[in-house]
Nanobody, 116 residues
Framework: QVHLVESGGGLVQAGGSLRLSCAAS??????WGWFRQAPGKEREVVAS????????YYADSGKGRFTISTDNAKNTVSLQMNNLKPEDTAVYYC???????????WGQGTQVTVSS
């Protein structure tokens, strides 16, 4: 059974940094992603990458501020978020899956709150 567990969320002031981590167990994956959902808004992709790091995508909202990385030996994916803004406030979810079938596995989410 696949489990994804996020950690690292919290409250931070604008301009601060947070590092989210997601530990996966019970499977191997070829794509990883971080998504977020703010109150009243749809879930949106923040960043994604292939398992070998060969293909990386960042939403415009996080370009230059967020960095996604994986540790395949530990089956983890991280999201380093710098220069956080109040509009980054959301529940962040990690997701994993396979190329061709998409993100089939999701974590429970971790709250990120950025105060102004």
């Amino acid at each position: 059974q696949v489990h994804l567990v996020e950690s690292g969320g919290g409250l931070v002031q604008a301009g601060g940094s947070l590092r989210l981590s997601c530990a996966a167990s019970g499977g191997t994956f070829s794509i990883w992603g971080w998504f977020r959902q703010a109150p009243g808004k749809e879930r949106e992709v923040v960043a994604s990458m292939s398992w070998n790091g060969g293909s990386t995508y960042y939403a415009d909202s996080g370009k230059g501020r967020f960095t996604i990385s994986t540790d395949n030996a530990k089956n983890t994916v991280s999201l380093q978020m710098n220069n956080l803004k109040p509009e980054d406030t959301a529940v962040y979810y990690c997701a994993a899956g396979l190329v061709g079938t998409g993100y089939n596995y999701w974590g429970q989410g971790t709250q990120v709150t950025v105060s102004s």
